[in-house]
């Protein structure tokens, strides 16, 4: 199957204008958010049933959630490690603002409940992917991709999940990868500079649960606020 491309957001027109993580992040959450919806609308296309209902939003969290997961180890190689944490906090809640505005929106559901619950939804899986292979030129290796199939199998409808981890590993997945991949080059690379994550007091404890490579506290997530 021929490589699907969809338009992106990477590059900034200031080029000598310093960058903090957290503008960085609005880029990455705005396409990952795209391509999280690309990716449903291609899965509807080959006939899998995700129908504009909870269920629709639950794949979609599970999916932004991998998606998270690919875009921080992506900055890893890329970002001092206090740029890194700010970075994919500010990815997560730009996420989370997204998918609750969305679904309180569509479905009626509570904002702050959505938002809450796909905060923990991240804190939960972070953990579990911290423990599974990457490789910054190869992507995740197959028990990462694996996961994410099993976490999505849960939410699919049922004729659909014997389906779900060859659409995802063979198709869906290889494109979304190459796609952050080039973002987080092109908006490292064409940023003046990336600014010191900032030094003050946090409004909200804690930095991010370890990643692999990184030096940092375990069992800190990301609090709903």
């Not at 296309?45 to 209902?53: Q, R, T, V």
């Not at 490690?81 to 989370?96: D, E, G, I, Y």
């Not at 905060?119 to 694996?146: Q, S």
């Amino acid at each position: 199957m021929a490589t699907r491309s969809i338009r992106t957001k990477s590059r900034w027109f200031n080029r000598a204008k310093a960058r903090d993580p957290e503008v960085l992040a609005s880029v990455a959450a705005f396409n990952a958010w795209r391509l999280g919806l690309n990716t449903i609308k291609r899965m509807r296309s080959a006939h899998f049933e995700i129908e504009a209902s909870p269920q629709y939003f639950a794949f979609l969290a599970e999916y932004l959630v991998f998606l998270i997961q690919i875009a921080d180890r992506f900055a890893f190689s890329r970002l001092a490690l206090p740029q890194r944490r700010a970075f994919t906090v500010a990815l997560v809640k730009s996420l989370a603002d997204q998918i609750a505005e969305n679904r309180s929106r569509l479905l009626g559901d509570d904002y702050d409940a959505v938002r809450r619950d796909f905060i923990d939804l991240y804190n939960t899986r972070a953990d579990d992917y911290a423990a599974l292979p990457f490789d910054d030129k190869l992507g995740p290796d197959y028990a990462f991709m694996r996961y994410c199939s099993q976490a999505l199998r849960e939410v699919a409808a049922p004729e659909d999940r014997a389906w779900i981890a060859d659409q995802l590993m063979s198709f869906e997945a290889p494109d979304a990868i190459d796609t952050l991949r080039r973002v987080l080059d092109s908006a490292v690379s064409t940023a003046g500079a990336i600014s010191a994550a900032n030094d003050e007091a946090p409004t909200e404890p804690g930095p991010l649960p370890e990643m692999p490579g990184v030096d940092a506290p375990v069992g800190d997530p990301i609090p709903p606020e």
